[in-house]
């Protein structure tokens, strides 16, 4: 099941499609560690993979369907079907404005798990490439 279906349905049933309680005011700036805001961006996009740390497994499809959940200045947020290891780099092609597409290299720098065979990760820029 690895396509963008399950994908849907994990953001559907997950705590990703609520806000998560807020703490405190006070607590707010030692919890964040972000450099820089986030923003939802929910779209539907591809990936692949440019780097893989040890290698290559043959279980990760050439092109893989995506669901980007935020952006910022640093990085980008998605969901993916397959745990990616940290210091992966990933290509994501998403949608943009006027029916074109951008090109974004990520590193992976944290995930977790989002439902069965379903994974959030977050990513900082590598390269922003031109289309």
Known sequence: M???EALRRA????????????????????????RAPRYPYR???SGTVVERQGGLPLDIPPEF????L??????????????FKLGDILELVLPAAHKKTKSLRLKVVR???AGLQVFEI?????DILDD
């Not at 369907?65 to 980007?68: G, K, R, T, Y």
């Open 2 to 4: 690895h396509n963008v």
């Open 11 to 34: 953001l559907d049933y997950s705590s990703l499609a609520t806000p998560r309680k807020t703490r405190p005011k006070k607590w707010a700036k030692e919890l964040e560690r972000r």
């Open 43 to 45: 779209v539907e996009g």
């Open 65 to 68: 369907p995506v669901i980007a």
């Open 70 to 83: 935020t952006l910022s200045r640093t990085g980008a947020g998605f969901l993916a079907n397959y745990d």
């Open 111 to 113: 995930k977790r798990r």
């Open 122 to 126: 977050g990513g900082e820029f590598a």
